[in-house]
């Protein structure tokens, strides 16, 4: 399937859902004196548009808008993760504090739902163009939301250093894409597949290319050295943009990544292997980028006292455990990066949430604020938090422990030994600051002043689903393994 613009329109409802209720809720935020209303209408959008993604599952595959981009499964997972992570960001927003104060509520909801659209463009461009100009969309949105705290020069900071080094990588990124379009002659995935495996380019400005390429896609899932934005923003940002940027934008810059160095830049081997170009080892490059990752996101992490930072260092080293999937260059390191992304999507916007629910009660962000929280009316979010860091460690039962077995076992198949170890002992490293954060809740008591934690009805319900989630996928988690097998099809035409 090869469509036009006007054929494509057909199988792009998602995209389309998420652009009309863009608009409705710009429009209707100049009319509505409730603006927490505004909230619902971009709930409902996102749902609409999850649902919209979830019937082409199983559809039909191909080319739209002229090769702009691509429908198959990788992409309609992609586009189905998002929009959860949608619906989970607006539905926590309603109890957020910080966006109740914001008097422009609908330009909010509308700029996220704007970066969900370029979140989707990302999982599904199959051109260099499409994929700068749907990078970029979501970029300077998320530069907007960063600093949306107009009053409060923490914010204001970070959104300007993320536009700065956003900026860099941004330019460092169009920079390499045009020495691969210098070398093929094409911006269209399929034909640049076509000439690097066909063709005799010259090896050393490849690889240049793709490392000037990796640094766009390593500025948005934050991996060393293009990490050092994360820890300012995820300090300034409003928390439920804090949670989406380490959540959906991470997932989104992943997805970018394996449709460009899988079908791109590496060709099936008919094993359930895959085979880089000679000449161009990109695995070995990541491999240091994982161990580095890992290791420094630990490290840096021990000495937070403010949370936020805290889980910004933690998000590096994730990101450190998710490349190990794609070192190894096969579909069993594809599988275990799609599933460990839905599991840390879980994990990690469930510690956000119970950021947020402290945060509200007591404005404060650091673990100190978490003294004593089961005993001062927050026993269930301090449950919680324990259920969700310790996934995050990688403790049985819990998702996070399935999504790192995953992990480890595609890299130790391929033989990998010393990688996988770098992991474990980043691990067992990474167990040392949870647990930190788990003994402040249940071990130390509360002083006088200390605030009464309540939890919110929105807040409530979502971080049960979220636990629940976390707890189930722990012990039962074929379904979710058996969609991203059907998941891990790319249409190379």
Do not use: C
């Not at 792009?12 to 710009?26: M, R």
């Not at 909230?39 to 999850?50: K, P, Q, R």
């Not at 210098?182 to 010259?202: C, K, Q, R, Y």
């Not at 629910?357 to 604020?369: H, K, L």
Request: proline letters at 3%; aromatic letters at 14%; hydrophobic letters at 55%.
């Amino acid at each position: 399937m090869d469509l036009g613009n006007l054929g494509s329109l057909a199988y792009f409802w998602p995209e389309l859902v998420l652009v009309a209720t863009i608009l409705v809720v710009f429009v209707v935020d100049l009319f509505v004196e409730d603006k927490e209303r505004l909230g619902d209408l971009a709930l409902a959008g996102a749902g609409l548009s999850l649902l919209a993604a979830s019937r082409q599952f199983g559809g039909e595959t191909g080319w739209l808008f002229s090769r702009m981009i691509v429908l198959d499964p990788f992409a309609v997972f992609f586009k189905v993760l998002f929009a959860l992570a949608a619906i989970a960001i607006v539905w926590m927003s309603l109890d957020s504090r910080e966006v109740r104060s914001f008097r422009s509520q609908g330009e909010y909801y509308g700029l996220l739902l704007t970066a969900t659209l370029g979140m989707y463009l990302m999982a599904a461009a199959s051109n260099l163009l499409m994929a700068y100009l749907s990078l970029e969309l979501l970029s300077l949105v998320s530069y907007v939301l960063t600093g949306y705290l107009r009053h409060d020069r923490r914010s204001g900071e970070a959104a300007l250093k993320y536009l700065i080094y956003g900026g860099v990588a941004s330019g460092t990124m169009i920079y390499g894409m045009s020495w691969i379009f210098g070398l093929t002659g094409s911006m269209d995935f399929a034909a640049i597949h076509a000439e690097l495996f066909s063709g005799s380019p010259d090896r050393l400005t490849a690889f240049v290319a793709l490392v000037l390429v990796l640094a766009g896609f390593g500025f948005k899932i934050a991996v060393v050295p293009f990490h050092m934005w994360a820890p300012d923003v995820y300090h300034g940002a409003p928390i439920p943009v804090t949670a989406f940027l380490a959540v959906a934008s991470k997932a989104a810059g992943f997805a970018l990544a394996i449709r460009f160095f899988y079908p791109v830049v590496s060709e099936m081997a008919g094993d359930g292997t895959w085979k880089f170009l000679a000449g161009l080892d990109w695995p070995q490059l990541l491999l240091v980028l994982s161990m580095v990752t890992m290791t420094l996101g630990n490290l840096a992490a021990l000495s937070q006292q403010n949370l936020k930072r805290l889980l910004a260092y933690s998000s590096v080293a994730h990101a450190g455990y998710t490349l190990m999937g794609l070192v190894v260059l096969s579909d069993e390191g594809l599988r275990a990066v799609l599933f460990y992304l839905v599991v840390y999507y879980l994990m990690n916007l469930g510690a956000f949430l119970v950021v947020m629910i402290v945060a509200n009660a007591t404005g404060r962000e650091d673990i100190d604020g978490m003294r004593g929280l089961a005993w001062r009316g927050g026993a269930a979010p301090a449950v919680a938090m324990s259920v969700f860091l310790f996934s995050l460690t990688g403790i049985p039962p819990l998702a996070g422990f399935v999504g790192k077995f995953y992990l480890f076992a595609a890299v130790v198949e391929r033989e990998l030994y010393f990688l996988a170890l770098v992991g474990v002992l980043n691990s067992v490293v990474s167990l040392y600051y949870y647990a930190r954060i788990v003994k402040t809740m249940f071990l130390d008591f509360p002083e006088a002043g200390d605030g009464t934690v309540r939890v919110g009805l929105h807040s409530g319900s979502l971080l049960w689903g979220l636990v629940a989630g976390t707890v189930v996928l722990g012990v039962y988690w074929a379904p979710v393994v058996g969609l991203v097998d059907r998941s891990l099809r790319f249409w190379i035409g």
